[in-house]
């Protein structure tokens, strides 16, 4: 049985935070801490030594005071991550209508 990891607050926000960098969900700068603040329900002390350990990974940098840090993209790349979806009809005759077969169409692209 592997041993149980207790992570403190800081280190739980900087592992959601590193999971949306990697899968590209913040653009090219990080949120300002207000705004983390309010998006994770957390304190400032907590998102500001989340944010550090991402610098010290290499995964941010601070760009100084007042201004959002830059992300680094990770030296092999972000590996695209795949996205199912389902459409529920409630009868079988909606599923032969123009804007399913349009819709199923677009997203098999």
Do not use: P, S
């Given at each position: 049985m592997k041993p149980v990891t207790v992570l403190s607050a800081a280190?739980?926000?900087a592992e959601h935070l590193r999971a949306e960098l990697l899968r590209g969900g913040f653009g090219k700068t990080m949120p300002g801490v207000p705004t983390l603040m309010a998006e994770l329900g957390v304190s400032q002390k907590?998102?500001?030594?989340?944010?550090?350990?991402?610098?010290k990974e290499g995964l941010?940098?601070?760009?100084?005071?007042?201004?959002?840090?830059r992300i680094v993209p990770p030296k092999g790349g972000v590996k695209a991550s795949s996205l199912r979806v389902a459409l529920l009809v409630?009868?079988?005759?909606?599923?032969?209508?123009?804007?399913?077969?349009?819709?199923?169409?677009?997203?098999?692209m």
């Open positions: 280190q739980q926000v907590t998102v500001m030594a989340a944010l550090r350990i991402l610098e941010l940098e601070n760009q100084g005071q007042g201004l959002q840090r409630f009868d079988a005759v909606d599923r032969g209508v123009d804007y399913m077969l349009e819709l199923r169409h677009q997203l098999e």
